[in-house]
């Protein structure tokens, strides 16, 4: 079966819906990442990209983190490393990790209702793909 | 002093002058973290400065990321206009939600200190301050040319005196009100917010 043809108009909103849902779901990724302990930014980054694929600027980290903290859901900390110069570590607060299971639970309930609706999308396309 | 090590200086040189209006303290913790990030990635021999410079994008960039972060932060929990101003301006320059909601704030703002004037206007010129009312009118306005001694005029004024803690409340409420209702959506619309699309090149899954 021939694949349907999108216009550029058409892909550019898919892409931006995407970039979109991805920024929503930035800090709780950020908070996750930090639920076991403390880590620097680069480290943040590099679990980030690892774990979930979600791969960041490196500049939008820093200023991410930085919120997070003026909101009190985490706190920072340098520490001499032993790679020879510090590294400010990040860790979440009581507040991070209230906040951080209740976007948990959140998207869980989300995406299993949302599973649902989009379970018959994803049959048929898996159809298509097989004829 | 190696290429590397200008590029770098340079880079937080335009980070640090790019970063004011934050505070002396808040401005060296983020170079010094940038600074402490550039040199770990430079311990990668595979990466040059010119790719860890470009991840982090321009320095005017990052900065303007930092600085509405927190003037969005700031604006969520003040009371102070100017803060709500400026962090809606900031919002309205990444999109349409941020437009519009500029355009609510500028308007409740300018309704409350328009009333907030009238009141104080009132007893300097109280023949021309007032609510008029007449065919086809019915507002709160300084109208050069009314009195409020002739109610026969098919324009005239209605409220008299009790003009001055009409406009005192309705002006405390106009600012309360929009002071309330931005924040209430800066907390809606959080993620939407802090987040300035950048201009360097990225992956495809990568999100800026």
Not at chain 2, 189 to 203: N, S
């Amino acid at each position: 079966m021939a694949q349907p043809k999108f216009s550029a108009p058409e892909i550019e909103t898919s892409d931006k819906w995407e970039a979109q849902m991805r920024k929503g779901c930035l800090e709780m990724a950020v908070l996750a990442t930090l639920w076991h302990g403390r880590m620097y930014g680069l480290e943040i980054l590099r679990v980030l990209k690892r774990d979930s694929r979600l791969v960041l600027a490196e500049g939008t980290i820093y200023p991410i983190l930085n919120r997070l903290r003026t909101e009190g859901l985490v706190q920072s900390q340098w520490v001499e490393a032993e790679a020879g110069h510090p590294r400010k570590y990040y860790e979440l607060t009581q507040s991070g990790r209230y906040r951080a299971t209740r976007m948990a639970e959140t998207w869980t309930d989300f995406s299993a209702g949302l599973g649902l609706l989009i379970e018959p999308v994803l049959n048929d396309k898996k159809l298509e793909r097989a004829l | 002093m190696t290429t590397t090590d200008k590029q770098m200086n340079d880079y937080l040189a335009q980070l640090r002058t790019a970063l004011n209006g934050m505070t002396l303290a808040e401005r060296e913790d983020i170079v010094e973290e940038i600074r402490m990030h550039i040199r770990e990635r430079c311990s990668d021999p595979r990466t040059s400065i010119e790719e860890i410079l470009a991840g982090l994008g321009p320095a005017d960039e990052l900065a303007q990321q930092y600085r509405t972060g927190v003037l969005v932060q700031k604006a969520r929990h003040s009371i102070s206009p100017v803060v709500i101003l400026r962090a809606t301006l900031r919002w309205a320059t990444t999109g349409v939600e941020g437009f519009i909601v500029f355009v609510i704030a500028i308007t409740g703002y300018l309704m409350g200190v328009g009333f907030l004037l009238l009141a104080l206007l009132k007893p300097f010129l109280p023949k021309y301050t007032g609510l008029w009312v007449g065919p086809g009118e019915f507002s709160f306005s300084v109208r050069m040319g009314g009195t409020m001694t002739n109610p026969a005029s098919p324009v005239h004024e209605l409220l008299g005196w009790w003009l001055i803690p009409v406009c005192l409340v309705l002006g405390s409420l106009s600012l309360a009100g929009t002071t309330k209702l931005i924040q209430f959506l800066l907390r809606r619309f959080r993620w939407k917010v802090p987040f300035i699309t950048t201009t360097h090149a990225r992956p495809a899954m990568m999100v800026m």
